[in-house]
T-cell receptor
Framework: QQQVKQSPQSLIVQKGGISIINCAYENTAFDYFPWYQQFPGKGPALLIAIRPDVSEKKEGRFTISFNKSAKQFSLHIMDSQPGDSATYFCAASYYGGSQGNLIFGKGTKLSVKP | DAGITQSPRYKITETGRQVTLMCHQTWSHSYMFWYRQDLGHGLRLIYYSAAADITDKGEVPDGYVVSRSKTENFPLTLESATRSQTSVYFC????????FGSGTRLTVV
């Protein structure tokens, strides 16, 4: 069964620290790996995404690291801020890149303490 | 306003009643999706639609019905609501990536 396994379920980080969320997948047909950020009462919103032909993508304080051989990818949030407190979902898409159907991880609730 | 609008934002209904959740997009995206979000389960796909009059089941379709007579609308109907369908429901459309609505919090009592 196609799956995306996300860990940890919850994470508490001090302001200024690094938040790291990990995901693993099984299906090598996955070809697009986005991360979504969700604030309470809102829908998930695309944060950053990567394709398997690169090992890292950085946008501001957010970085995706991708390890194709290990079938793992992770989100790193540098200099974490209280405003980053949210639930983060990794996802993977197959047969269509950003236009493929997404399989979501179960989410990680991040709390950044001031 | 451009985007995806879900209605209602909150709904309380009784077991056995029929309830319809509405989803409207202002673009003309072909693909639309319905997800439910529950603690410990993340986002699970209920149904999706590739175009008007084309729908298909997702991971958890039982107890739900969808229709799509117009590209911009994708309503989700619970024909006979059960307590296990208490959840937050998200509609999404896809162009180059997904855009989600703000969700409908449904409570079945």
């Amino acid at each position: 069964q196609q799956q995306v396994k996300q860990s940890p379920q919850s994470l508490i980080v001090q302001k200024g620290g690094i938040s790291i969320i990990n995901c693993a997948y099984e299906n090598t047909a996955f070809d697009y790996f986005p991360w979504y950020q969700q604030f309470p009462g809102k829908g998930p919103a695309l944060l950053i995404a990567i394709r398997p032909d690169v090992s890292e993508k950085k946008e501001g304080r957010f970085t995706i690291s991708f390890n194709k051989s290990a079938k793992q990818f992770s989100l790193h949030i540098m200099d974490s801020q209280p405003g980053d407190s949210a639930t983060y979902f990794c996802a993977a898409s197959y047969y269509g890149g950003s236009q493929g159907n997404l399989i979501f991880g179960k989410g990680t609730k991040l709390s950044v303490k001031p | 306003d451009a985007g995806i609008t879900q209605s209602p934002r909150y709904k309380i209904t009784e077991t056995g009643r029929q309830v319809t959740l509405m989803c409207h997009q202002t673009w003309s995206h072909s693909y639309m999706f319905w997800y439910r979000q529950d603690l410990g389960h993340g986002l699970r796909l209920i149904y999706y639609s590739a175009a008007a009059d084309i729908t298909d089941k997702g991971e958890v379709p039982d107890g739900y019905v969808v229709s799509r007579s117009k590209t911009e609308n994708f309503p989700l109907t619970l024909e006979s609501a059960t307590r296990s369908q208490t959840s937050v429901y998200f509609c999404a459309s896809r162009d180059d990536g997904y855009t989600f609505g703000s969700g409908t919090r449904l409570t079945v009592v």
